[in-house]
């Protein structure tokens, strides 16, 4: 396998720290933390270069809040100048390390994404009789930091890359408690490994996606699964016989433990396909492929706050539209064509008259 080296020059190049910033402010142009940073970009960038230069670079602290959309997760974000370094980061070593990534692993690629990755859920489903459907337990917050630090270099050997990377990782803030026990563990085990990753961290995304990657390689190469789809920390195995399911899910829970992950134990079942799997925000069935109802209710949900924001002046109509088209792309990967009527006809979009 090749070990990459001397990347560090080109993260800190001053073209790659202002391509960085151009990203991390996507979305985001007008909130007050971007708006600052820009209002001398230049001068900011070349001071976080003279500080990566010197190693004298510190990550600033998260701010974080809770959604529950759809399950409780906390949610960290970091200040909008250590984003720019993610990105600068990323620039560089994802193009190289996600050469080894499996075709069939979706999230968080240039190119991939939650559509392609349920158009292949659906192929897979449709041509085999059962499914094992994964999930594992608490993922982000699971994620051990020395065993990423021991994958990330076996790719990379840039000593000054792997020192920022350390900073990264090493200065996660703390995620909501895990306290599973593995084979070997003593009583001081808990408290002496470090773990988690913020999951609104575009480094995070990446690094979790590459802690999975052995794994991906040992269900394809190894388990010999010729049907495997992953999205994050959701996968699933597909196959005529269900007697290689069984004995590949105690293989994929031992395999698992080494990275010190366990698999949900209520999510993650074996059944026949002609029951319907859920995924990615659809129910998928033999001949049909519905929205879930949860899911539905919280687009409803979120409809209803499009609407009083349009009605009130705090979003664009230009905004509205947008969003509106990308909800309904989204649904047209279903079945959807009556729903889509339903609701469509359903909303009003229109100002409140001041006058």
Not at 313 to 327: A, D, P, T
């Amino acid at each position: 396998m090749k070990r990459y080296g001397n990347l560090y020059p080109k993260i800190v190049e001053f073209e790659n720290l202002l391509k960085a910033a151009k990203k991390a402010q996507l979305g985001k142009r007008f909130r007050d933390s971007v708006l600052e940073f820009n209002d001398n970009l230049e001068g900011n960038l070349l001071k976080l270069q003279k500080e990566l230069k010197s190693h004298t670079y510190q990550p600033g602290e998260y701010s974080t809040f809770r959604i529950y959309d759809p399950k409780p997760r906390l949610i960290s974000a970091a200040p909008y100048r250590d984003r720019v370094v993610h990105h600068a980061l990323c620039n560089v070593i994802v193009p190289l390390i996600e050469k080894s990534f499996i075709p069939d692993s979706y999230a968080n690629r240039e190119g991939y994404g939650s559509h392609r990755a349920l158009k292949r859920f659906i192929g897979f489903d449709r041509s085999s009789k059962y499914i094992l459907q994964c999930d594992i337990k608490k993922y982000f917050p699971s994620i051990d930091h020395e065993i990423l630090k021991q994958q990330i270099r076996h790719y990379l050997k840039c000593s000054k890359t792997l020192w920022l990377i350390d900073i990264i990782i090493d200065n996660s803030n703390e995620q909501e408690p895990v306290n599973d026990v593995f084979p070997g563990d003593d009583l001081l085990t808990l408290t002496e490994r470090r773990k988690g990753l913020a999951i609104g961290n575009l480094t995070s995304q990446f690094f979790c996606n590459l802690y999975l990657n052995k794994f991906d390689h040992f269900v394809k190469e190894e388990l010999k699964a010729k049907k495997y789809v992953r999205y994050v920390d959701d996968f699933a195995l597909f196959s005529d016989n269900q007697d290689f399911l069984i004995t590949s899910k105690q293989l994929i829970e031992d395999y698992l433990t080494t990275l010190r992950l366990k698999l949900h134990p209520v999510k993650t079942q074996l059944f026949e396909t002609k029951y319907g799997a859920n995924f990615l925000g659809f129910r998928v069935l033999p001949h049909q492929v519905r929205v879930r109802n949860d899911n539905l209710r919280r687009s409803r949900k979120r409809l209803r706050q499009l609407q009083y924001d349009y009605r009130y002046g705090e979003i664009s109509l230009k905004e509205v539209v947008q969003r509106l088209s990308s909800w309904e792309a989204h649904l047209k990967h279903g079945d959807t064509e009556l729903l889509r009527r339903q609701i469509f006809d359903h909303w009003v979009f229109q100002r409140e008259n001041w006058s």
